[in-house]
RNA sequence: GCGAAAGUGGCGGAAUUGGCAGACGCGCUGGACUUAGGAUCCAGUGGCCCAAAGCCGUGUGGGUUCGAGUCCCACCUUUCGCACCA
């Protein structure tokens, strides 16, 4: 009976399907899990990178699901998003139809992986049942100061005609359509996460179980900096203009000042400047940079004609104007030290400032500029801090500061308010009215949701349609009853997701957005498996929301995921023509060993997985030939999960073969009578040996997410049995390959004789001492040569090795009277006796 | 520029606390079975060498140690993240 994986695996899904076996009660008691796979937004058709993530998740379940933990792992659908809007634009179809014909075709795969997930707790983020929620969420926040309209400089994409949040510029440009994004000032809707700026930074420290990479990315975003504002008096002004810096040590060498031309003073500064024209044209040039042209720009500057004093050194300094001056950042104006600052030290040059070394270097290098930001620095010509190293300096001068009252010690962070608004259809629609009389009114919470209208003509052009439909804009005033009108902007996507995991607790009550019982028994999700994108957006987002929960007091908790995983990508060689337009891999020929598509020259590029690189593998093709007990076994082999691996079409068929010898041996041990000679039962001591090696090395390694290595040893294992068969050990061998690849091994177990589920069977357990081998090989040296080898009988308690190499004819010699530096004994490996 | 991670066969990758480098798999070579093989099975496969013995081998150069892929110092390369954040 030869091993056929389509005429098995529909009916297993089917059979995992009908008895439901992944729907739980939250209501139940048991040893809890939450695992979760991060949702995905629902573009289309999977492809086997995408499969990482959830054949990975699904692994992980089945192996706590057989340890006996109550598993919860549900699945759900980040639904709203600018993908769908287009698509409409492009082909006429509704955003909605898009999006649940896209989530029915993506559940027929995640089925035909043979990945289970409690459907019953499905949600979608499009759903007015879910974003009636998120509109609940944000009247929470509005409530509590915490969502506020705000005027501000705002990252605008030209191509997509919306708003972006930082998080969503990459480089300068847009991260969807890598269009160059410009600044403007427009009054859009923040939430407040900066006030949590403090709270997410010390949080990191909890999570002892996220990457490191992740945490550290979060620590830099987040950008927490301790220093000092101070101020710097300006008799054109008659009043001071106060900096931010965090080396306040250098402040006698703070030779000029810098603001930015957005700064508030600027228009008073340079109101009688000879050149003032000039200026403001200037100012407005660079208003209008973006970011990446600001940057590119060089540093540029203007001088106002005025001065500052110094607190310090009471000296006049020269108050410039610079590009390269954020006005986001600290108070928008700086102190410069040329000296010991790169970028003060660039400028200072250009336009001849004065530059002051305040600081000696105890490696006695004196060329400038140069930070020293710990002990090898000291400072010198600096008044009360003269002699005083670094750290000391800035400890005592924060303290003369703030004595005389020209400041104080601050902490700054680079976080920014995060801008939720969205000048686009297929969003959440935020739940605000503006009355001319009221102003601007929330919508009672009763009135909730504010529903989506599904009536919308989608051309693409003249921003967002919701504003042209009339029937949802002209509303009646909730406070006077007046005429007025809807807000139209819907939310970022990332509010969705940053509390959904809350949702899949009781995801159809229509009376609260969770139950703060359940959830605060369920949560926070103990496993959380996703990609690395999501390092600082969606994680930095989702634990903001839950801190603004725990605060109203609805949770527990303020870290929502104890655990978290990051897979890495899938790649595959893609195909460029010289254009850098990617080809698809059926145009492409070889010749002497070159890609080509007719006579172009193509070149390769080993690159991530996509659609939009042409080089994606669907599962279908392959699922059809080989099963999907092979994709996933493969997928996990290929590499270290959380590692970038590259697919390889031949590689696949190892996990086949080695799939069709498992199958082999379980229709041989089935097969009684023609069979006879196979010891059915007791397995000899070697294979009961490597059987509770396996059992312990599989065990262990998924718990640490090694399944390559879990693999691996599955393979050993098989491979030892296959000499040896005995029906004993090949059970164990099919639970322990369940995870990986549960069709074969619920088939192979049927046919063995067993009408239970082996998805519902125990997890073997390892007993140490069948562990152990039999033998040790003692390599014995003497000064540091090898002498010999002698073989003793495990397990080896250390008299008893230096007994068996003492009363070796050959070793003995060697060692008498000579003193034992150092025995090594490790169970199953070479043990070395060293002697001097 | 700053920060982090990583460099091991033709390839993906193994290797608790320093203890037989290259597990497992792909590929390749030879063989078996076949009308056939892009199926299956068996054997071999780091390099030098006809072979054995032997020698050399974990990015480069030093060091510690009886012993280094692993620890320390310097350097090179690659990948990722941040990027005028005062």
Redesign the pocket.
Known sequence: MQYRPTEIEPKWQQRWAEARVAEIDVTASGQKLYMLNMFPYPSGDLHVGHGRNYILGDAVYRYFRMQGRAALNPMGWDAFGLPAENAAIKRGTHPRVWTLGNIERMKKQFARWGILYDWSKEIASCEPEYYKWNQWLFLQLYKRGLAYRGTAPVNWCPQDQTVLANEQV??GRCDRCGALVEQRELSQWFFKITEYADRLDAGLDTLEHWP??VK??QR??I?R?L?ADVDFHVPALGKPVRV????PDTIFGATFMVL?PEHPDVPVLIADHPDREEIERWITVVRNHS?LE??E???EGRFTGKTAINPFTEEEIPIWLG????PQ??T?A?MAVPAH?E?DFEFAKQYDLPIRAVIRLTTGDTTLPFTAKDDTGIAIDSGPITGLTVPKAIERIIQIIEERGLGKGTV?Y?LRDWLISRQRYWGTPIPMIYCEKCGLVPVPEEQLPVTLPLDVPFTGREGNPLAKHDAFVNVACPQCNAPAKRETDTMDTFVDSSWYFLRFITPRDDQKIFDPVLVNRWLPVDQYIGGIEHA?LHLLYARFITRTLHDMGLLTFEEPFTRLFNQGVITKEGFKNAHGSWVAPAEVQWRDGKPYRGDDPLTAEITKMSKSRLNVVPPDELIARYGADTERVYTL????PE????W?D??V??????L??VWNMGVALSETAANLTIDKQAPTANVTRKMHQTIDAVTSRIERF?F??A??AL??FS?AL?DAPSRGAYEALLKLLHPFAPHITEELWAMLGHDDLLLTSPWPVADPALMQEDTV?IAV?V??KLRGQVEVAAPAVEEKVFEAVAGNEKIGAWISGKEI??R?Y?PG??V?L?IK
Do not use: C, H
């Open positions: 990459i480089d490191e990479k550290l990315m830099n975003w950008g900096s220093g931010f810096t965090t080396r930015a970011a600001r940057q720009a060089g540093k590009n390269f001056v954020l950042y600290g928008g700086l600052d970028r700054r680079r600082i082999f290929i590499a270290p590692k970038e691996a590259a390889s031949d590689g068929v190892g996990a086949f073969r080695f069709g010898r090694e390559n290595t693999i691996s393979m050993e491979n296959a090989v040296q000064n540091g530096v150092k090594i490790v490996k070479l070395n060293v």
